[in-house]
């Protein structure tokens, strides 16, 4: 078990050594999925977050709401703990993920 844990421990560790080799321009959210260790899960649930804020953002704008800080605190409610709001909004930006949505988190930053 030891010897398993140890090849598990060397695998992480060449897997962060392998991120600092590549460049990351077009997959800033890609990289900060695999930096802060979230599963596909975790990641499937980050995109329906988004998916039902977009929605709501869109029905607020439709009812000319212009004040989107409720949003953006639901967002960080329930944003994954391991995920901070600033660096997972700039990647959804640079990557182009959800950029409508992101933009309008990003006025509340």
């Known amino acids: 078990m030891d ?16 991120l600092k080799m590549i460049k990351s321009e077009g997959h800033e959210f890609d990289r900060l999925i695999i ?20 929605k709501e ?6 009812d000319k709401f212009v004040f989107f800080a409720p949003l953006f605190i639901e967002f960080l409610y329930k944003l994954n703990p391991k ?7 700039d990647a959804c ?3 182009n993920i959800y950029p409508q949505l992101m933009k309008i988190l990003q006025k509340n930053l």
């Open 3 to 18: 010897k398993l844990w140890s090849k598990i421990e060397r695998l992480e560790y060449h897997q962060k050594l392998l």
């Open 35 to 54: 930096e802060k260790n979230l599963d596909e899960k975790e990641t499937a649930e980050f995109y329906l977050l988004c998916e039902e804020l977009s």
């Open 57 to 62: 953002a869109q029905k607020q704008k439709a």
């Open 83 to 89: 995920l901070e709001a600033v660096e997972v909004i």
């Open 93 to 95: 930006l640079k990557q």
